[in-house]
């Protein structure tokens, strides 16, 4: 690929990383960038204090679910711009999703690789024509989720992978050189997300039976690589929570043994199948469908297969746990297209081009810059009122993890947000109380603690009731809109706006 591209593709995935205002899932902040705030500046969600712990359940020493690896990325970023002075409050907020946006990339870069080593030139191109104009894609690839960094990972892997088709063996050479990149990225997916483990399981095995000497794979190349991802695993950690713990066996331990992952949604199994994966492939499955059934190499689809039905082992499902599947399936998608400009008559194929491109990109649109978008915008708001304010507290009165945290206000101020625990959960957490009886729950914090800031939704404004907030001595500062519908079944109703209430320091 010619530099001029790789250039135009970083400059896309930027523009991409700065039009993404809306809010998808939690774990986008208060997995990544909310820890690697701690790490650098010492405070943030993870500080505990003596009257609130702030810390959330996954890190927590009896839990200890999360690795300390993905984090620590952003963490460098951190670093480096207050090394170089350069961590101002919007620098801190946004850089983590930059840097996401190149690493998003440096994967578009590579499933043109990909697709061109394993279906030629022409379906690399319509491969990554289908991932630039992917809606899942342009919506999650830039955020900052272990998922995202994983899909990157399994890509650059997939791309120099020693596929069967490319075995010679006149050329063992080749096979080995492939055989140590491909596995030595793959153990990089695989320390930032274990569970990429899944899909090189099957790989593995696969290329185990190929090779020209399985025991020099396993001994002079599988054994070193897996030791030393397997140390920096544990060295990591170590850093983080401050003694060994190995977080792979703790995850297995809480979702597949215990079956905790259903605490936070359960999925029939078949739900990945018929719904989870044809919403994120999106207009690329019948695409994709249609290029494995023309073309002889079907590893990749084997691939996919495999890990769709591991995958919907487990209760707790996403659909952003699919997102190292998509550059496979976006492969065979280049595929389709590539024969379907052949077979379609010429205005019909540009027909389906442009169809395609207007439903992806209606969606990615209205997702990526509309529906949920209150968060983005009153964590904005709230960070330039303390920047004017340094004094200032700020109690979040919604759902736990609703909005960003300290890495989005950068200054150590009091901060509230309600907790979400699994062990509350049978009982009722604070989340469900502030949900369920905002009232009740703003009349016991509010008696005597009057925060600078509250910020809710208007359905516990209403409930709580305008005229009792003013008696607290507060008034609306701000109103952000938020989404016109609900599109989470688990959760009733819709919010419409989200509100900051303003302490006017009158008693």
Not at 114 to 139: C, D, I, N, V
Not at 248 to 256: C, D, G, I, M, S
Request: hydrophobic share 50%; charged share 15%.
């Amino acid at each position: 690929m010619q530099g001029r591209w790789v250039a135009a593709l970083v400059a896309f995935r930027l523009a991409n990383a700065l039009f993404v205002r809306t809010y998808y899932n939690p774990d986008e902040f208060w997995q990544s960038s909310e820890v690697a705030h701690h790490l650098v500046y010492g405070y943030g969600y993870l500080y505990e204090r003596v009257a609130a712990r702030l810390t959330t359940w996954e890190w927590q020493p009896d839990a200890r679910l999360r690795g300390y690896a993905h984090p620590a990325l952003f963490a460098l970023l951190y670093k480096f711009l207050q090394l170089l002075g350069l961590d101002t409050p919007w620098a801190v907020a946004y850089g983590p999703r930059l840097l996401q946006g190149l690493l998003a990339a440096v994967g578009d870069v590579f499933l043109y690789k990909l697709a061109f080593r394993y279906l030629g030139e022409g379906a690399a191109r319509w491969a990554l024509f289908s991932q630039l104009t992917s809606w899942f894609a342009f919506y999650t690839l830039v955020r900052t989720y272990s998922n995202s960094v994983e899909a990157v990972c399994t890509t650059v892997a997939l791309a120099f992978w020693p596929w069967a088709h490319e075995t010679d063996a006149a050329k063992p050479a080749a096979f080995w050189r492939r055989a140590h990149w491909g596995l030595g990225v793959a153990a990089i997916g695989v320390v930032f997300r274990p569970t990429n483990a899944v899909l090189w399981l099957f790989l593995g095995l696969r290329l185990l039976a190929a090779a020209p000497d399985p025991r020099y794979l396993l001994l002079s190349i599988v054994a070193p690589i897996a030791a030393v991802a397997l140390g920096a695993m544990l060295l990591i950690d170590r850093v983080g929570y401050g003694s060994w713990t190995f977080v792979p066996l703790n995850f297995v331990r809480f979702n597949v043994l215990e079956g905790k992952d259903a605490l936070y949604g359960a999925h029939p199994w078949h739900w990945y199948l018929l719904a989870g994966f044809p919403e994120a492939a999106a207009t690329s499955l019948p695409l994709a469908l249609y290029g494995v059934c023309r073309t002889h190499r079907r590893e990749l689809a084997a691939l996919v297969l495999w890990a769709l039905v591991v995958y919907s082992c487990g209760a707790h499902k996403e659909p952003r746990f699919l997102l190292p599947l998509l550059p496979p399936t976006f492969v065979y998608a280049g595929r389709g297209l590539q024969c379907l400009a052949v077979e379609l008559p010429t205005k019909l194929f540009r027909l389906l081009v442009a169809l395609c491109v207007l439903a992806n990109g209606a969606a990615a649109i209205f997702l990526a810059r509309y529906h949920q978008r209150a968060p983005l915008d009153v964590l904005d708001h709230l960070r330039d009122a303390v920047q004017r304010d340094p004094a200032a507290s700020i109690d979040l009165f919604l759902p736990c993890h609703a909005t960003p945290f300290y890495s989005h206000i950068h200054r150590n101020v009091p901060m509230w947000s309600p907790s979400c625990a699994p062990e509350y959960r049978e009982v009722g957490t604070e989340s469900d109380r502030v949900r369920a009886a905002p009232l009740a729950v703003a009349e016991e914090r509010y008696a005597v603690y009057r925060p600078t800031f509250i910020v809710m939704y208007t359905s516990s404004a209403a409930a709580i009731n305008p005229v009792r907030l003013a008696s607290w001595g507060y008034v609306e500062d701000a109103r952000f809109f938020h989404s016109q519908f609900n599109m989470d079944l688990d959760v009733p109703g819709f919010e419409a706006h989200m509100l900051v209430y303003r302490h006017t320091r009158k008693t």
